[in-house]
């Protein structure tokens, strides 16, 4: 039995997906990656390390944020360059606000509706307007957050090597502090409705979680370079980045990693099994709710974690607005940058997990060799894998309903195709 | 009956969907405009396979990299009333048209194993694959310049761009000059429309709205070179893939004064 997806729909990028099963068992399933080859790590060699950030965020216009993050990060510790606290903050609101957005757009529109019972939305809005209204106000706030931090919405505009070309005022800070508290609300009332309307299927897959962490705080910007995993590993990110390996099949643009040859996955789920001691404290509420053992094997908890990790965004904007506030905040944070050769990997978790940049620069500045690791790239395999199991269970069902649930799986993982290929 | 309501599709191409990201950025103003269309394709909130027929509006995001991105490309053009851009990737190929400039299958072959199994088409302008009616530029496209022509189109209005620079937009709203301060900035010979939101963060103009057709190139170009070298300057108008089009309109008005 042949199944082929020609197209799935509702994901960042093109992909789709093909199987064949032979006496009831998988001979081979794969996902089949539609989008063409941009080429962005080539463009980037010769260029000056300044439009690194500038370009490099454009890979991708859901989570450019921290493209543009892990970039700057990257080329920072190739140049030696230090920042300083104020700057940190900014960076980490920044991407709160990023994973946010993201998250939102994932949930109520990409991957919840499949587990709603409608996938078109026009018509799911129609049915849930009290719900569409949060969803819309929490993705207001986080816009607001990164055209305030970021000069704009999609594609940031004042960060760069070394800080920020401007920053905003402390009567910016006060009026994003001041949504806080009703925006957690709406995301706490979300969530009861996403708890207790979403019937997830089950599944059982073996998981190894990986992702950045720090003993502070549940991480997103990579504060101690350090890369974990559910298995215990505990590793430098330089260490890591020499112990993934990227391949590569004839035809794909997509090269999927492997850690010690075996699949694994990143994102919200990865971070939520790595760092969950280390949520805020309305966060923690919400996942110690959750069926433990189920969130250890089954993939599609991906999107109820993700809407955890909105709320504990929002309890820790508040925090870092109200350390903020009680910081001297210069206009502009620019620092002169002295060129040397010189390599720098950086990492950030992306709202899809973790996202990696490394770069050579040359004494004139300009970048010699680039590499970009995407959190769908690393988990591309893992989810290849989860499809073969999840095949088993859905096999006999009719087609289109078989096809609705292999791309509901798919949605679940928050493929970014256009990350992917880059 | 006849169903007389609007038509139009939301066509991705290759791209970031960061355009698509910013429709989705104003929703409540997004539906209010589309109430009463029909919207034939936007695989951002639906997942049903693309019927081709006849229909009144495309909105086309991306630059066509592949060969299947070609194809929609065009049959949206063929099948569309009207057919219209949406963002720089699809106007003028956006950052991915730099790999024309640095030799794409050097490129190709430096990053992958098997760079001949890999589909990596020269990237064009949409106005030299297909007839464009309008553009909406920028990278990314600003969500109320997309509200306002959506509606002009809805509403059968034609749509137009004031024809004026970022660099009047930028010195309208009083942010500091950065070209006196010895930026290499790209606002004088930029169509205005973006109210200059870059420089507002203090971020040199990279001329992603693309010219503005009445810019006197040779002399801002003069003062680039002299700033930051001719290298430079190529460089940068080649981050957003508007160097063609720009060497084309130097060529046209030549021709004209001759």
């Known amino acids: ?422 | 009956m006849e169903d007389k309501k609007i038509k139009i599709g939301i066509f991705s191409l290759t791209s970031c969907e960061g355009c698509e990201n910013v429709i989705s950025t104003k929703p409540r103003e997004l539906l209010k405009a589309i109430e009463g269309v029909e919207l034939v394709e936007y695989k951002f909130l639906e997942d049903e396979p693309m019927r081709w027929e006849p229909f009144d509006v495309a909105f086309v995001e991306g630059s066509t990299i592949t060969g299947k991105n070609l194809e929609v490309a065009k049959k949206a053009r063929q099948y569309a009333k009207i057919f219209v851009t949406l963002g720089n990737c699809a106007q003028f190929g956006g950052i991915h048209k730099m790999k024309n400039y640095r030799g794409k299958e050097k490129l190709a072959a430096e990053i992958y194993k098997y760079p001949k199994t890999i589909e990596n088409n020269e990237v064009m302008d949409m106005e030299d694959i297909v007839k464009v009616d309008y553009n909406i530029p920028t990278c990314p496209i600003n969500p109320k310049e997309f509200l306002r022509i959506a509606y002009d189109l809805i509403s059968g209005r034609k749509p137009i761009i004031a024809q004026r620079t970022v660099c009047y937009e930028c010195q309208r709203r009083g942010y500091e000059c950065i070209l006196m301060k010895g930026e290499p900035c790209m606002g004088p010979i930029t169509l205005g429309g973006c109210g200059a939101i870059c420089l507002k963060s203090k971020m040199p103009c990279e001329a992603c709205r693309g010219p503005y057709e009445g810019a006197n190139f040779d002399s801002h170009f003069k003062l680039i070179d002299k700033m930051a070298g001719k290298k430079r300057r190529e460089e940068i108008l080649e981050i957003f893939g508007v160097k063609d089009k720009i060497e084309k309109i130097m060529k046209e008005k030549k021709q004209k004064t001759k």
């Not at chain 1, 709710?289 to 504990?312: G, M, R, T």
């Not at chain 1, 769908?376 to 199991?389: P, V």
């Open chain 1, 1 to 422: 039995m042949k199944i082929k997806i020609n197209h799935i729909d509702k994901i960042e990028g093109h992909m789709g997906f093909e199987a064949s099963l032979f006496n009831g068992n998988i001979k081979e399933a794969f996902v089949d990656v539609l989008e063409g080859a941009r080429l962005i790590e080539g463009i980037l060699r010769g260029r000056p390390y300044q439009d690194i950030p500038v370009i490099n965020c454009r890979v991708c216009g859901v989570c450019p944020v921290v493209h543009n993050m892990s970039s700057i990060k990257a080329l920072e510790n190739a140049l030696g360059v230090k920042v300083d606290k104020v700057v940190i903050l900014f960076r980490k609101l920044l991407m709160l606000g990023e994973i946010i957005q993201s998250h939102v757009v994932h949930i109520a529109l990409l991957s919840g509706p499949d587990f709603l019972g409608e996938t078109n939305d026009l018509k799911l809005i129609k049915k849930y307007p009290k719900e569409t209204e949060l969803a819309f106000s929490l993705r207001d706030f986080s816009i607001k957050i990164m055209e305030i931090v970021g000069g704009r919405a999609i594609h940031p505009i004042s960060t760069e090597v070394g800080g920020f070309k401007v920053l905003p005022n402390k009567s910016k800070i006060e009026e994003i502090l001041k949504d806080c508290d009703k925006n957690l609300k709406s995301a706490l009332n979300f969530y009861s409705f996403l708890a207790g309307k979403v019937k997830l299927p089950e599944l059982e897959t073996e998981l190894r979680p990986v992702s950045n962490s720090s003993k502070e705080e549940y991480n997103f910007y990579g504060d101690d370079e350090r890369i974990i995993s559910g298995q215990g590993l505990d590793m430098s990110l330089e260490k890591f980045y020499g112990t993934i390996k990227e391949l590569q099949k004839p035809k794909s643009v997509v090269k999927e990693t492997e850690l010690y040859n075996r699949h694994y996955f990143v994102g919200a789920l990865a971070r939520m099994l790595n760092q969950h001691e280390l949520l805020n404290p309305e966060a923690k509420k919400l996942f110690k709710k959750l069926p433990q053992d189920k969130i250890k094997s089954n993939q599609f908890y991906n999107l109820i974690v993700q809407w955890i990790e909105v709320v504990h965004a929002i309890e820790e904007i508040k925090n870092i607005c109200e350390k903020l506030l009680s910081l001297n905040i210069p206009r502009s944070s620019r620092q002169k940058i002295e060129l040397r050769e010189g390599e720098g990997i950086g990492s950030v978790e992306a709202p899809r997990g973790t996202l990696i940049h490394y770069y050579k620069i040359g004494k004139d500045g300009r970048i010699i060799d680039s590499n970009t690791i995407t959190p769908t790239a690393q988990f591309l395999n893992d989810l290849e894998h989860s499809l073969k199991i999840y095949l088993l269970q859905i096999k006999d069902l009719p087609d289109a309903e078989r096809a609705l649930k292999i791309k509901s799986l798919v949605r679940a993982y928050d493929p970014c195709i256009s990350c992917a290929t880059h």
